[in-house]
């Protein structure tokens, strides 16, 4: 076998959809795997549908997500240039090739000199390929017009341009989206027009949502863009995880498995032809899998900004270390750190009822009083809260339950919650003492 060389061609037309970025990830997958090459091309040829920034919003994206490429406008190489709009005389060239050999024909606009022009699909073809996921599909040509290869502007359409620049850049494996299957005999026309070997076509299984409806872009309900998940603390190593198993899953089933390995036990065998479900509960799973594996130092980190851009004052860098520390297994994206923060400190103090109900029940003031009294000397950090606890047992003869959870609950308002101790470091002395106070003044106008 040849180099692979396989490719990924978006069209700049917006911003990088997980539709997209999982064709780029398998692409990629393939070529890593295979140790081939790995090509971003920009089909721009649709020129009023393109966006400004869209492509760099794609590449910007991808590399966010991990995946580096061999070849591409903004890196060059020797197959480019890499956006087809720059390769205008190419597509030119080859046009008036085929019909000189009478493969294709003018087809001029009334009144003018200008002219497209048409593949001229030959009579009683039947055109099949293997594909990779599907196996065997066939078409025969009486079912597909004469279609327009060369726009009257000069511009080639899609189904042309892809084959002349697959041919020129060498690519062995197209892996694309079903909705391209279609597109696969018009484009195996061209390749036979100019006896040029075809390359091996894989069409991956669309995405459904949870209802098993085609994704659409403008479906509310599912959060498709990567920049989004980006902006919101998806982590890209989770992301990438998620995305490789949306119509491909390793051979042992299993369901993290680092950057690394998923190239290593890539196999496009198994590749699924069944619709890949978009499942967001696995995709909040698999990113609070990796939420976990961070260090606290790098979770801080990437905490900060959601805290800051809310206004959330960060005392130090060690109580931001703490936060993180105790939050760090409920979070199933980064950004939810400010929710999560906000449940915690909850400004408005309030207790439930059957928290409230076993202050009375359990006789607590006189425990939270003895609380009170020695955090008034503390200076508040974890370790040095600890002792007290055990203290304030010591002097009111309680333990247990009865001693944490009233502590707790007066304090925090909540009747569980993280280790005490840091809790109470996080919530800092002013809030803690308040509280404490306040809810011994609620219990002593119950007496
Ligand atoms: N520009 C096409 C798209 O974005 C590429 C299809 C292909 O890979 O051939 O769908």
């Known amino acids: 076998m040849s180099k692979v060389r396989v490719r990924y061609a978006p069209s700049p037309t917006g911003l990088l959809h997980i539709g997209n970025a999982r064709s780029a990830l398998f692409n990629y997958l393939f070529a890593r795997h295979f140790g081939g090459d790995f090509i971003v ?44 709009l720059e390769r205008l005389d190419i597509y030119k060239k080859y046009a008036e090739e085929l019909l000189e050999k009478g493969y294709a024909y003018k087809e001029y606009r009334e009144n003018s000199s200008k002219y497209a022009i048409r593949f001229k699909v030959p009579q009683d073809v039947e055109y099949s390929f293997k594909d990779i996921v599907r196996g065997e599909l066939k078409f025969q040509s009486k079912d597909v017009e004469d279609w327009v290869m060369m726009k009257d502007n000069g511009i080639p359409t899609y189904n042309f341009a892809v084959v002349i620049d697959d041919h020129l850049m060498e690519i062995t494996h197209v892996l694309r989206g079903e909705e391209h299957i279609t597109n696969t005999p018009k484009q195996i026309m061209v390749y036979q027009a100019f006896g040029w070997q075809t390359p091996e076509f894989g069409h991956m299984t669309i995405i459904v949502n949870e209802q098993k409806k085609k994704l659409s872009k403008r479906d509310k309900n599912v959060i498709q863009f990567i920049s989004e998940y980006k902006a919101m603390g998806y982590l890209p190593e989770a992301m990438f995880n998620f995305i490789s198993l949306l119509g491909w899953s390793p051979a042992e089933n299993q369901e993290i498995l680092s950057h690394d390995d998923i190239i290593k036990s890539f196999d496009p065998n198994r590749l699924s032809k069944a619709p890949a479900m978009f499942d967001k509960d696995k995709l909040a799973y698999i990113n609070s899998k990796y939420i976990k594996m961070l260090s606290a130092e790098k979770l801080a980190e990437s905490a900060r900004p959601f805290l800051e851009k809310e206004g959330i004052h960060i005392p130090s860098e060690s109580w931001l270390l703490l936060l993180v520390g105790i939050l760090q297994d409920r979070m199933t994206h980064i950004g939810e750190i400010v929710s999560l923060y906000r449940a915690f400190f909850h400004d408005e103090f309030h207790l439930s009822d059957e928290a409230y109900q076993f202050l009375v029940e359990n006789n607590a003031s006189h425990i939270l009083e003895a609380f009170h009294k020695h955090l008034e000397q503390s200076n508040f950090t974890s370790e040095s809260i600890e002792p007290l606890i055990k203290q304030t047992g010591l002097d009111t003869n309680t333990k247990g339950k009865t001693l944490f959870m009233s502590l707790r609950i007066a304090t925090t308002g909540d009747m569980h919650g993280p280790s005490l101790p840091i809790s109470l470091a996080l919530l800092g002395r002013d809030l803690v003492l308040k509280r404490l106070s306040e809810t011994i003044e609620k219990l002593r106008g119950e007496a």
Request: glycine share 14%.
């Open 41 to 84: 091309r920009i089909e721009d040829t649709d020129t009023a549908r393109n966006v400004a920034g869209g492509e760099a919003s794609q590449l910007d994206n991808l590399r966010w997500l991990g995946l580096d490429w061999n070849e591409s406008p903004d890196k060059g190489g020797p197959y480019g240039p890499y956006r087809q």
